[in-house]
């Protein structure tokens, strides 16, 4: 079985702005790319969790977010990192249009992202961590039992919670 780091997208990987799909306004989280790096050279896969309420909204597309995505990638490359899968809802119960309307299993606190992720990649949720700025991303992986932290974008903790973490898997595999 595979062990695994699951993080949210905005404001956990790049600095919140509401609904973000641009590439032009994509900023990664000071730290951020470095821990990526840390998580995939101690063997963790690195994947996303992330509600997308723009593209209910019709604010963006699918499309869109995939470009942004594989920008994400690209920028990786130069710091040795990647992510390895991506895993999104596009959905919302209340201000979803058309076909993206709807109360459906994936949308954090839910688990049906986590859910599909674990069985794709075959995870070991013991050995693995949530990552997320809000309440419901920690939700979502507990409910799973995967441990979860909440990080604040302005303190820049993902990094710093990343290297306690590989350190310590470091120190018990001595």
């Known amino acids: 079985m595979n062990k695994a780091v699951f993080l949210d997208r905005d404001g956990t990987i790049n600095v919140e702005k509401n609904y973000l799909y641009k590439i032009e306004d994509f900023e990664f989280i000071q730290g951020v790319p470095e821990a990526i790096k840390l998580l ?3 063997g963790y896969l690195v994947i996303v969790i992330t509600n997308q309420a723009g593209i209910a909204r019709g604010y963006y597309t699918e499309e869109d977010m995939h470009k942004l995505h594989r920008y994400i990638n690209q920028e990786l490359i130069k710091y040795g990192a990647h992510i390895d899968a991506y895993y999104f809802c596009p ?9 993206y309307k709807k109360d459906c299993n994936c ?33 979502a992986g507990e409910r799973m039992g995967v441990l979860g932290f909440r990080v604040d974008e302005h303190e820049n903790e993902l990094l710093q919670k990343v290297k306690t973490i590989v350190e310590r898997e470091y120190i018990e595999n001595k």
């Open 91 to 99: 959905h919302h119960p209340v201000h979803g249009i058309g076909e």
């Open 107 to 139: 949308r954090k606190p839910k688990t049906g992202m986590l859910e599909a992720a674990i069985k794709d990649f075959d995870i070991d949720v013991s050995k693995s961590y949530m990552f997320g700025d809000k309440e419901w991303d920690v939700e």
């Open 40 to 42: 995939n050279d101690a």
